[in-house]
């Protein structure tokens, strides 16, 4: 059907407008997550990410607004801030990289993506929370980009115990890519689209690394279209302060037709 998200890439991408590089105002981050929610790709958009630091700056509007909460605060503090927020407004879930022991001490039963880093050691802490593993995959230096191995061995590692992972930063287009500007080797986010899925059917380590290594569009494109009926089994999605880049490399590569329908 023509518009119609396919189940691969429902909820694929949390608006993180409000996070670098794009670092929008708030009264500019929500009106436009409001118009995402009126548009015909709405069911490829997760909620918008907002810094705890910054909900009581938050002003809903009308309706509901879903949020997922990034815990940068006093966590001591985080109930009660979000119990002021108002009836519009629906927390979906809570991400930080704050100390494990802290979080399901204020967590505990909720929804958490716990930003860890990368190891066999970090997953193992992590399991018995109960919270699923966030990675980061970019940020404003050379050294927060994980090589396809590093990668790799987490999406593999989550895999074999069970878990579901996140990522975040660095993934705002479909192909694995050098920026100009800075010369940082980016992910790709159908790299990883098509590794989570070969990872959930039980790819070895080396397998996932080089398909989060290739640049060949047309035979991950046709890799990704084989599977893209199914809901994602390992890979929660990502976080990217820009919506419009990443669906138009989905259009771009025939993984979504522009239209009105949903």
């Known amino acids: 059907m023509t518009g119609a998200i396919p189940a691969m890439l429902r909820g694929l991408i949390d608006d993180a407008a409000l996070f670098p590089p794009g670092n929008a105002p708030l009264e500019a981050a929500v009106p436009a997550h409001r118009g995402y929610r009126q548009s015909w790709f709405e069911p490829l ?3 918008l990410l907002v810094p705890q630091t910054r909900l009581g700056d938050l002003e809903p509007g009308r309706g509901e607004l879903r949020i997922g909460v990034i815990a940068d605060g006093d966590l001591e503090t985080l109930a009660e801030t979000v119990a002021v927020l108002g009836p519009q407004v629906t927390v979906t879930h809570y991400e930080s990289r704050q100390p494990l022991d802290d ?5 505990a039963g909720k929804p958490v993506f716990a930003e860890i ?5 970090a997953l193992d802490a992590l399991r018995p929370t109960g919270f699923t593993p966030k990675f980061r995959t970019g940020g404003l230096t050379a050294d927060l980009f ?4 590093v990668l790799a061995a987490a999406i593999h590692g989550s895999r074999r115990r069970g878990m579901q992972f996140k990522l975040t930063a660095g993934l705002h287009h479909a192909l694995r890519h050098t920026d100009p500007a800075t010369g940082f080797v980016h992910h790709g986010f159908l790299n990883v689209l098509v590794a989570a899925d070969a990872a959930a059917n039980n790819a070895s380590v080396e397998d996932i690394a080089e398909v989060l290594a290739s ?3 047309d035979a991950l494109a046709a890799r990704a279209k084989r599977f893209l009926g199914r809901p994602r089994a390992l890979w929660t999605g990502f976080g990217s302060c820009s919506i419009d880049e990443p669906l138009q490399d989905l259009l771009d590569l025939g993984l979504l037709t522009r239209g009105d329908a949903k």
């Open 103 to 107: 979080l399901a001490k204020h967590l």
């Open 45 to 47: 958009v997760g909620p």
């Open 215 to 217: 640049e060949d569009a």
């Open 146 to 149: 994980p090589a396809p191995a």
């Open 117 to 121: 880093p990368f190891g066999d050691d």
